[in-house]
């Protein structure tokens, strides 16, 4: 038996168990009319086709081995066309994904645009020949800050940071914008982020308040690295800061005056953002 015959034998059966995780758990966490492996529809066959007592007909697609970006884009809109929506998910053994978070990795074309299709995240379920090794979780990629005259500025061109999240519940949601697709109710990891850091500079803000007593001054300095050490086991270094960094977005939530470099509390110079305490509390006139 040659090497490439084992290879196929060994996805072959990584597939198989796969379909099968699907096909026992989507109805645990769904209101499911019919399911079906191998389902075929016109030129197409579903590995797992799932329609909910809604009506809603979707496709999970499991991909063991990489393809075009062209040929998941193709694929994708003859399912829109049937009014299927799909979810692909991608078994993380096959492109060395690991649940947890990661810094400087390379990550390949058709990653990027399941990232791009789902809004910021891709999924996976790693399975090796001797069974499943993890149940569902996402990865988001995010820009990975070069160290540059100890400032974190250069940004890296081919390299990513990823952040880990665990799927908790196999609920699916749908949305349709280009293509119609099929995701779990998870949230976006940065939208959470962002959420996290509001919440640390409102309470921030009140500390600060609080403590000035009737010396208000509406401005108040906060070093990074400080909203960076209290979100980091959860989100990684490179989350936290490329949420900051992009906090002047009309959608960001996040209101920051100024980023970059200035004298704290304590006169030292760091990179620092500046805020505006009426932002985030109400001030006593």
Known sequence: ?????????????????????????????????????????????????????NGTKIAIEIQHSKISEARLLERTLNYSKQDIYVLWILNGNSFNRKPQNQDGIRISKLETQLHKLYDGRVYYVNVEPEGLLSNVYSLSYVPY??????????????????????VKNLRLKC??????????????????????????????????YKHRGNKINNQVVIPVIEIISSL?????????????KSSKTKESKIQIARMGFMKDSKRNIRECIKVYLNDYIPLKS
């Open 175 to 208: 949305i349709s914008n280009k293509y119609k697709l099929a995701m779990f109710e998870d949230k976006n990891i940065k939208s959470c982020c962002e959420e996290e850091i509001y919440t640390y500079l409102k309470n921030y803000c009140k500390e600060t």
């Open 232 to 244: 980091r086991d959860k989100y990684g270094f490179y989350v936290v800061y490329d949420v900051l």
């Open 1 to 53: 038996m040659t090497s490439e015959t084992k290879r196929n034998i060994s996805q072959s059966f990584e597939h198989m168990r796969m379909k099968l995780y699907f096909y026992e758990n989507i109805p645990l966490s769904n209101e499911v009319s019919h399911i079906e492996e191998e389902y075929k529809i016109a030129d197409q066959v579903i590995d797992i086709y799932v329609e909910l007592k």
């Open 145 to 166: 800050f070069k160290l540059k005259d100890i400032v974190y500025k250069k940004k890296a061109k081919s390299t990513r940071s990823v952040c880990f999240q665990q």
